[in-house]
């Protein structure tokens, strides 16, 4: 790691979270300064990835400059006062809970932007598609930086319109419908997760999160949090999304861009449950002692519900979309990281962070892999894809084929793999639960989300078997185009991450461990 002076730390924060805001705003000028194309729409794409790529590398730099020593403290902070009457306050920072998934929203973005360069989504202007792209980048990025439970709250509200956009505009089938589903869902919850924000902020005389997090607040007692956990948790749980609160999901999947599902899958829903671990387990944790059984309860319906929907879509005969699968998927992953944070334990809560990371890595990969079936099918339909690729994607574009099998394999948590010890830590977590909490119930729930694991293998492997081998791999019948250079480029660094996540997991948990440890002993009153 590389010694950065800290006020150097705090600007490449600061730029982090704005400089997408700025670059949405020159994209929508008459040309994109200092950039040339062939033409405005290749010009503007141009500039999508270049602000992207700046931001990329700015996490990158700040995660070279963090003190990763001492990675349970709050790193490259800002604190200026905006509105004082409330005492909201310009609070900014990072730690080793949020740096991971501050670097994975700008490596998604990024890839989603360079995908996009090449393989531009069907729609409008490429300025608004751009403009859009990036508001959602800072909005998302935000999310994971802001220190003040007002300010958590107004960019947890920036995605969504971005996102609706997105998914109208540039989606497929039945877009303007699952854009209003989302948009709907999202903002009901949010509504409730606000009153339960302002609930904590009034009574303790502060939104400040460090603050809420290490001092005693006398005046959050335990029916405060209660209602509190209550109110907040509704609002994450949508956006998690926690079943049975989940059904906008599917919809907003199978209708969204290629790059829409990806940034949703992969860094959208992580909003959900940071949320869970950066507010509620720490400021609120009585409330959650209360209704974390009730939580895990409802994780582990979402693990068994989600793999069972995705056998139902997997078999064959059945009207199965292979993107609506994999959102059914993130269901059952999702339901993973809740269990992880019901338990309340270090154990867990690592599991859960893990898992979150591994699954916006695997998860964007198969998002990518089937839009790029669909480019160049016309459909992302089981058993008409099954028919294009002549049942056997091994041998029409066996690089195609490969990295799929290494998604779903990769997905099914497979050791070795990253998605193999984020759900591993979880089970862990719920064998020994916090000392407040049933341990029988949790060793109910634990083997519940176990038989979900032997689920997600069989439907993973059942999609592998349709689309990449069939009955006769040999079949002859028209080659596909295998992958592109700008794919190639797209998709190599989640196939590395995953990799590399899988076989060196002391990489992220030396960061998310220490200050999980010290967040759970500050949340103790």
Same mark, same amino acid.
């Given at each position: 790691?590389?010694?950065?002076?800290?006020? &150097?730390?705090?600007?490449?924060?600061?730029?982090?979270?704005? +400089?997408?805001?700025?670059?949405?705003?020159?994209?929508?000028?008459?040309?994109?300064?200092?950039?040339?194309?062939?033409?405005?729409?290749?010009?503007?794409?141009? /500039?999508? *990835?270049? *602000?992207?790529?700046?931001?990329?590398?700015?996490?990158?730099?700040?995660?070279?400059?963090?003190? /990763?020593?001492?990675?349970?403290?709050?790193?490259?902070?800002?604190?200026?006062?905006?509105?004082?009457?409330?005492?909201?306050?310009?609070?900014?920072?990072?730690? +080793?809970?949020?740096?991971?998934?501050?670097?994975?929203?700008?490596?998604?973005?990024?890839?989603?932007?360079?995908?996009?360069?090449? %393989?531009?989504?069907?729609?409008?202007?490429?300025?608004?598609?751009?403009?859009?792209?990036?508001?959602?980048?800072?909005?998302?990025?935000?999310?994971?930086?802001?220190?003040?439970?007002?300010?958590?709250?107004?960019?947890?509200?920036?995605?969504?319109?971005?996102?609706?956009?997105?998914?109208?505009?540039?989606?497929?089938?039945?877009?303007?419908?699952?854009?209003? %589903?989302?948009?709907?869902?999202?903002?009901?919850?949010? &509504?409730?997760?606000?009153?339960?924000?302002?609930?904590?902020?009034?009574?303790? #005389?502060?939104?400040?999160?460090?603050?809420?997090?290490?001092?005693?607040?006398?005046?959050?007692?335990?029916?405060?949090?209660?209602?509190?956990?209550?109110?907040?948790?509704?609002?994450?749980?949508?956006?998690?999304?926690?079943?049975?609160? /989940?059904?906008?999901?599917?919809?907003? /999947?199978?209708?969204?861009?290629?790059?829409?599902?990806?940034?949703?899958? #992969?860094?959208?829903?992580?909003?959900?449950?940071? +949320?869970? &671990?950066?507010?509620?387990?720490?400021?609120?944790?009585?409330?959650?002692?209360?209704?974390?059984?009730?939580?895990?309860?409802?994780?582990?319906?979402?693990?068994?519900?989600?793999?069972?929907?995705?056998?139902?879509?997997?078999?064959?005969?059945? %009207?199965?979309?292979?993107?609506?699968?994999?959102?059914?998927?993130?269901?059952?992953?999702?339901?993973?990281?809740?269990?992880?944070?019901?338990?309340?334990?270090?154990?867990?809560?690592?599991?859960?962070?893990?898992?979150?990371?591994?699954?916006?890595?695997?998860?964007?990969?198969?998002?990518?892999?089937?839009?790029?079936?669909?480019?160049?099918?016309?459909?992302?339909?089981?058993?008409?894809?099954?028919?294009?690729?002549?049942?056997?994607?091994?041998?029409?574009?066996?690089?195609? #084929?490969?990295?799929?099998?290494?998604?779903?394999?990769?997905?099914?948590?497979?050791?070795?793999?990253?998605?193999?010890?984020?759900?591993?830590?979880?089970?862990?977590?719920?064998?020994?639960?916090?000392?407040?909490?049933?341990?029988?119930?949790?060793?109910?729930?634990?083997?519940?989300?176990?038989?979900?694991?032997?689920?997600?293998?069989?439907?993973?492997?059942?999609?592998?078997?349709?689309?990449?081998?069939?009955?006769?791999?040999?079949?002859?019948?028209? %080659?596909?185009?295998?992958?592109?250079?700008?794919?190639?480029?797209?998709?190599?660094?989640?196939?590395?991450?995953?990799?590399?996540?899988?076989?060196?997991?002391?990489?992220?948990?030396?960061?998310?461990?220490?200050?999980?440890?010290?967040?759970?002993?500050?949340?103790?009153?």
């Amino acid at each position: 790691m590389i010694d950065i002076n800290e006020s &150097v730390m705090q600007f490449l924060l600061a730029f982090i979270v704005v +400089g997408p805001l700025v670059g949405a705003a020159a994209a929508l000028l008459p040309a994109p300064p200092g950039l040339k194309g062939k033409s405005p729409e290749q010009a503007v794409l141009r /500039h999508g *990835v270049t *602000v992207t790529g700046a931001v990329l590398i700015a996490a990158i730099v700040l995660t070279l400059g963090f003190d /990763h020593d001492h990675p349970s403290k709050m790193q490259a902070t800002t604190d200026i006062s905006w509105i004082p009457a409330l005492d909201v306050r310009i609070h900014l920072g990072t730690d +080793g809970i949020s740096l991971p998934l501050l670097v994975l929203t700008a490596l998604l973005t990024f890839l989603c932007a360079l995908y996009s360069y090449f %393989k531009m989504p069907s729609g409008p202007t490429p300025k608004a598609f751009v403009a859009l792209l990036l508001v959602l980048e800072s909005g998302t990025l935000a999310t994971f930086a802001v220190l003040d439970l007002l300010l958590f709250f107004l960019a947890f509200e920036m995605v969504l319109i971005p996102m609706y956009f997105l998914i109208a505009r540039w989606g497929g089938e039945q877009r303007q419908a699952a854009a209003w %589903k989302f948009i709907l869902y999202t903002l009901l919850g949010s &509504v409730v997760m606000l009153l339960g924000l302002l609930l904590i902020g009034i009574k303790a #005389g502060t939104f400040d999160m460090v603050a809420l997090a290490t001092d005693n607040h006398p005046a959050l007692t335990t029916s405060v949090q209660v209602i509190a956990v209550l109110a907040i948790g509704i609002g994450l749980a949508v956006k998690t999304p926690m079943w049975p609160l /989940h059904s906008w999901l599917p919809d907003a /999947h199978t209708a969204a861009p290629t790059v829409g599902s990806v940034l949703l899958a #992969g860094v959208l829903l992580k909003m959900g449950t940071y +949320g869970f &671990v950066r507010i509620l387990l720490p400021i609120t944790p009585d409330g959650m002692s209360t209704f974390a059984p009730y939580l895990a309860a409802f994780a582990v319906v979402g693990i068994i519900y989600g793999s069972l929907a995705c056998l139902a879509l997997a078999k064959q005969g059945a %009207k199965g979309d292979l993107k609506r699968l994999i959102a059914y998927s993130s269901v059952g992953h999702m339901g993973f990281v809740l269990l992880g944070i019901a338990t309340m334990t270090p154990t867990g809560v690592n599991g859960a962070l893990f898992a979150n990371i591994a699954h916006g890595l695997i998860t964007g990969l198969l998002f990518f892999l089937v839009g790029a079936l669909k480019d160049r099918t016309g459909t992302s339909d089981l058993d008409t894809l099954a028919e294009e690729t002549g049942a056997a994607l091994y041998g029409k574009a066996p690089r195609l #084929g490969g990295l799929l099998a290494f998604g779903a394999v990769a997905s099914l948590g497979l050791p070795g793999l990253a998605g193999f010890w984020g759900e591993m830590l979880a089970l862990f977590g719920a064998f020994d639960p916090a000392d407040d909490l049933s341990r029988p119930a949790f060793l109910t729930f634990m083997a519940i989300a176990a038989f979900g694991t032997l689920l997600t293998a069989a439907y993973m492997l059942i999609v592998v078997r349709r689309v990449c081998m069939g009955a006769t791999p040999q079949q002859e019948g028209p %080659k596909l185009a295998d992958v592109q250079t700008y794919e190639f480029a797209a998709w190599t660094p989640l196939v590395a991450l995953t990799v590399v996540a899988g076989l060196w997991p002391k990489a992220l948990l030396g960061l998310t461990d220490p200050a999980v440890q010290q967040l759970l002993a500050g949340g103790t009153r």
